[in-house]
């Protein structure tokens, strides 16, 4: 590699303090990061990505395997060989004057069978920096290589961080990622989407286990029993919010306490009992900046003010950052994430405002830092996990919480999920786009057959995980939101808990399960007259409108869906008609 793309020296990452230190250093006398001010924000950093490299570019993403078949209508298709060669020649020579960085990472604790082992060349410090919180790195790693020989050869250059020659290609096939022409977390951490996702589901599914996109969290009764639930949302749907909450207050004197084991990434194993168990390939938060605040996730404000890189925020004068939906008053001035100085009230040359902050820019910091974080985290074996749940964003459709049948009726739940577009993400306002358990970007194979496999992980477990479905985002005619979503969504948690239990009945409906309005515990909550029965509600005639989407859907996977997913289909409609 290193004979490919010319870099002028070659540094291994040890992991220490000391080395990383010294990459700081480096990094802001480049100008790549920007040290902030040392006493308030202690071993913090802001960067800024180019203006055209602050998203992942799902379509410059490639699975690249020997048949097209394999990777499905969900992904774009290279060969093997067209890719190598397409980009060989862009990584030619593209670290001439440069440093590469051999990062050896771990996903997941070092020597836990659960875990993966990666080595990352990268031309960025940043990466490196990023990597060093994301990931276990460094001669550890190193050392748990010798003991096994299968890595993923990860390959990343920032080259000219060209748009027109940039490339994320996944050779599963041959364990292997090649990520050039881009300086963007989600398209340069190879560890994170790139491998725990893309590569890891194709390897998953050989090796039969489940790598997810999906947060873990810990709720802790009273008497010290902890149960674990892994829960998959697409996008702008609260996943990181929900993995670190502070119980309502109306229920705080129940004495629960959450444990954050994963806001991403969930691989899950059946273990020798059984049962499911899973844990957080990550050692650290990705997060989205902009909305976070004291009300949303005063639990992230205590985890980001130390050790925490920040990606495209607005540079306060006193050497601070801040973002729309932060907390406080806004900036009366500042240095907005491209470089410019920023005031309030700015329009482009549209009349659009000009945000202080890109709408996706992120902070990275360390897991351990969360006042919630999981003291199981290092544990090779994980967490078992209780319950699974989907999410979506339905203003009408789906009510505030169902469950599913058994296992084959969740999976196909899984599999129809689909959330509205908000005014965040371009397109028709409220148009419905199916996201699988919140995979479609991230499967690495066929989703066809990512169902299939999903069906038959059921069928290798005593006790498999209950599913259920939840929706925060139903509104009323006005629009408005029916339930308060945050911390108050523990009290969802609590009943689908009480149901793993089989502690509380339910109410059979065509879609699944709904609670007695009377099992969820209300204390402290005062919704208006009728408002828990509006987010119950299951409106068959609407569900048959869906249902039309579905198959729409379906029929993407032509002759390769598997008939189980079929026979829940129909299986709906005649409930629905019924
Ligand atoms: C994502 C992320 O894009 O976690 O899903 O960054
Ligand atoms: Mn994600």
Not at 154 to 182: G, M, Y
């Amino acid at each position: 590699m290193a004979r490919l793309c010319e870099p002028d020296d070659i540094v291994w990452i040890d992991g220490t303090d000391s080395q990383r230190e010294a990459l700081e250093k480096e990094a802001v006398q480049e100008g790549e990061i920007i040290r902030l001010d040392q006493d308030k924000l202690p071993g913090c950093f802001l960067h800024r990505t180019a203006k055209n490299d602050v998203a992942r570019t799902e379509h410059l993403t490639f699975i690249c395997t020997k048949k097209k078949r394999d990777v499905g209508p969900n992904n774009n298709w290279m060969s093997p060989r067209a890719a190598y060669a397409k980009a060989k020649a862009i990584f030619k020579g593209s670290m001439r004057g440069r440093t590469m960085y051999v990062i050896p990472f771990s996903m997941g604790p070092v020597g836990s069978p659960f875990s993966k082992i990666g080595v990352e060349l990268t031309d960025s410090r940043y990466v490196v920096l990023n990597m060093l919180i994301m990931t276990h790195a460094g001669e550890v790693v190193l050392r748990q290589l010798e003991q096994e020989d299968k890595f993923t050869k990860c390959l990343h250059s920032k080259a000219q961080i060209d748009i027109n020659k940039r490339l994320i290609l996944h050779f599963p096939e041959d364990n292997t990622i090649w990520s050039v022409n881009s300086g963007y977390g989600g398209n340069v951490l190879l560890g994170k989407k790139c491998l725990s996702l893309r590569v890891a589901s194709f390897l998953a599914r050989k090796e039969k286990w489940l790598a997810e996109h999906m947060l873990i969290l810990g709720i802790e009764e009273p008497n010290g029993q902890i149960e674990y639930i892994a829960g998959a949302f697409p996008s702008a749907c609260g996943k990181t919010n929900l993995t670190m909450l502070e119980p309502p207050e109306g229920l705080r004197k129940k004495g629960y306490r959450i444990w954050t084991v994963g806001d991403d990434i969930a691989w899950m194993r059946v273990d020798s009992d059984g049962a499911l168990w899973g844990l957080n390939p990550e050692t650290g938060f990705f997060g989205v900046a902009p909305g976070t605040n004291s009300e949303t996730n005063p639990n992230m404000l205590k985890t980001i003010n130390k050790n925490t890189i920040f990606t495209n925020v607005l540079q306060k004068p006193d050497g601070t950052v801040w973002w729309e939906g932060a907390d406080g008053e806004v900036p009366e001035e500042g240095i907005d994430w491209q470089g410019r100085p920023w005031k309030p009230g700015m329009v482009d040359e549209n009349g659009k405002p000009i945000t202080g902050a890109h709408p996706n820019s992120r902070f990275t910091a360390p897991i351990i830092n969360a006042p919630t974080a999981s003291f199981r985290l290092e544990q090779h074996h994980g967490v078992p996990i209780s319950a699974m749940i989907f999410g979506g964003r339905r203003q009408h459709l789906a009510p505030l919480v169902y469950e599913a049948f058994n296992w084959q009726h969740g999976v196909f739940i899984g599999a129809t999920m689909a959330s509205e577009r908000t005014s965040a993400q371009v397109g028709k306002l409220g148009e419905v786009r199916r996201d699988p358990m919140a995979m479609f970007p991230f499967c690495g194979y066929n989703m066809a057959d990512y169902f299939k496999h999903w069906l038959a992980m059921g069928k290798g477990m005593n006790k498999p995980p209950r599913i259920f479905h939840v929706n925060w985002f139903r509104t009323d005619q006005n629009g408005k939101f029916l339930w308060p979503g945050f911390r108050e969504n523990l009290r969802v948690l609590e009943w689908i808990l009480d149901r793993c239990n089989n502690k509380v009945s339910a109410v059979k409906t065509a879609i699944g399960f709904i609670p007695n309005a009377s099992d969820l515990d209300m204390t402290g909550l005062d919704l208006p007259d009728g408002t828990l029965e509006k987010l119950l509600a299951v409106d068959n005639q609407d569900w048959l409108e869906e249902s039309k989407g579905i198959k729409d859907f379906f029929k993407k996977f032509e002759g390769d869906l598997p008939p189980e997913m079929w026979q829940e289909f129909e299986a709906l409609e005649k409930r629905l008609k019924s």
